[in-house]
């Protein structure tokens, strides 16, 4: 594809949506190019909970349509990505002060028909949802709701004594930067036009057709397209103001969900999910083999131009939610690494931001000539869907008859089925015998079957080239530069994968200067 081709369709933004978006786009034969002003996954697409869920809490703000769109897509998703996803079960403790989050309309509902619940969540409405939760996806894969002991089972043993019972359920995990980065490459594999660190700086309509300004390393240049699609995520509304210079009354809501990562605070790999007397959840999740992730937090965040952290505030509030279920208190000692990401929630007209709804906006422009479709809000588990709903405003201006495609269809390196996990990742380190446990692991649950084209006929890791620590190696980092569209350290150690965690700052500059240097060499 030509630099200034004229194409179908151009796509703003390199997170979940735009790229998802552009890989369907992509298979149904339109010809596409996307555009990112960073790394792919840089923004919200990185700083999720990881969890391909339906969101249990939503059916308290009646969001049905949206719990079992999410529920259906798991094992969808599931099917299509056994190496980056994989079921995970979570354990909800039970106690009678559990409490709403005021402003849902279930509490509301409840408060006037039961009044002297004073604002509880009693114990018979987490049935009914889990009930709800079990039967509204169509489970196939994915094992039911049960009760569990935990005065007896080990789920318990590290929680406080006070809590005797626990509902325990399923959902998903989903390494999100890496379903980002694997979507982008199948939508490049597909025909479309992958441009990372490439800023638009405007866009314009002229005649029947939108003309593009963008700049990347000290360059700028035109795209021409027939329809543009504005994916940009917390700058959405920069886009369509001062991008295209569009007045529009529609709007986002910035939401800011930080996490803390800790040590590992418990010993077996189920999920707890945490009910505060606020009437907000968080999540405890087993992280990275070593580690338990702790979130997340719901606050305001009025610009997307100052990157969101997590706050001293917001690392004491979840230390402080944590403790009040585990037997071992946590300190911000504890606390080795943090994320924040901003969510760009469609603006409602919630009262808070626990509130705003997590569902997604569509909203096509055609004013004065070639289409703009804006897309607003969503969440990383109907991002597929998304992009169908997205695909289905979008062909009409096309002609084109291809139906949705995506749904089942493999992601690069996800060609085998979800129980064979296991399998593949013995039959790897049988076949490289230098591989340990966890280097073998670690590569299977990255790459699936591509990690043998990572090894080659490597029979020693010195094959390999050399070593960054971590078991991070120069052919490894060679293959992310050459099919991930990796460029720096960064883009490796915290989205590519979360190696950050285990090299000292020494090695992730020795990681960033070489790949520096490879970049130069290449030019």
Request: aromatic residues 10%; charged residues 30%.
């Amino acid at each position: 594809m030509a630099q200034d081709e004229m194409v179908d369709l151009f796509v703003i933004g390199g997170g979940i949506n735009g790229c998802g978006i552009a890989r369907d786009a992509a298979g149904r034969g339109l010809s596409v190019a996307l555009a990112e002003m960073n790394d792919l996954a840089s923004a919200t697409s990185s700083a999720s909970t990881k969890l391909f869920h339906g969101g249990l809490r939503y059916l308290e703000y009646f969001e049905v349509r949206l719990v079992r769109e999410s529920l259906i897509e798991r094992e969808t998703l599931l099917k299509a990505m056994p190496h980056i996803s994989w079921p995970m079960r979570f354990v909800l403790p039970y106690h009678k002060d559990m409490r709403f989050e005021g402003t849902t309309p279930t509490s509301k509902l409840l408060n006037t028909v039961m009044p002297w619940m004073k604002g509880r969540r009693p114990a018979w409405l987490i049935r009914l949802g889990l009930f709800m939760y079990d039967n509204l996806g169509g489970r196939e894969i994915l094992p039911g709701t049960k009760t569990v002991d935990l005065t007896s089972a080990p789920e318990g043993e590290g929680i406080e004594d006070r809590f005797k019972f626990a509902y325990e359920y399923s959902d998903c995990w989903i390494e999100d930067s890496r379903l980002v980065v694997l979507n982008a490459r199948d939508a490049e594999a597909r025909g479309a036009k992958i441009m990372t660190r490439t800023k638009v700086t405007k866009a314009e309509r002229v005649d029947d057709h939108w003309v593009i300004t963008l700049e990347a390393d000290g360059k700028t240049w035109e795209q021409h397209a027939k329809m543009l699609v504005n994916a940009g995520g917390p700058w959405v509304e920069d886009v369509i103001r001062q991008k295209a210079r569009i007045n529009s009354t529609e709007g986002i809501r910035l939401v800011r969900g930080s996490h803390i990562v800790t040590k590992r605070l418990f010993d077996h790999d189920k999920c707890y999910f945490f009910q505060g007397e606020d009437g907000r959840i968080i999540f405890a999740i087993p992280y990275e083999t070593d580690f338990t992730l702790i979130g997340t937090t719901d606050a305001e965040h009025s610009d997307p131009s100052v990157k969101p952290v997590c706050t001293d505030e917001e690392r004491d509030y979840l230390i402080k939610f944590a403790n009040g279920y585990f037997k071992y208190d946590i300190t911000k000692d504890d606390v080795v690494w943090t994320y924040s990401g901003v969510r760009p929630l469609y603006d409602d007209g919630a009262k808070s931001a626990t509130a705003a709804t997590r569902d997604y906006v569509l909203s096509l422009n055609e004013d004065g000539g070639a289409p703009m479709l804006n897309v607003f809000g969503g969440k990383i588990t109907t991002y597929r869907k998304l992009a169908e709903h997205a695909l289905e405003k979008i062909v009409p201006f096309f002609g084109k008859s291809k139906e949705g495609w995506t749904a089942g269809v493999a992601m690069p390196g996800g060609d085998f089925k979800v129980a064979d996990v296991d399998k593949l990742i013995a039959e790897l380190k049988r076949d490289f015998g230098f591989l340990d446990d966890f280097w073998a692991k670690r590569l299977i649950r990255a790459y699936g079957t591509e990690a043998r084209l990572i090894l080659g006929t490597a029979r020693k890791p010195e094959e390999l080239g050399e070593s960054f620590g971590a078991t991070l190696t120069a052919r490894e980092i060679t293959w992310l530069m050459e099919n991930e569209y990796a460029r720096r350290a960064e883009d490796v150690v915290w989205r590519r994968s979360k190696l950050g965690l285990r090299m000292s700052e020494a090695e992730i500059q020795k990681l960033d200067d070489w790949m520096t240097a490879q970049t130069a060499a290449a030019a």
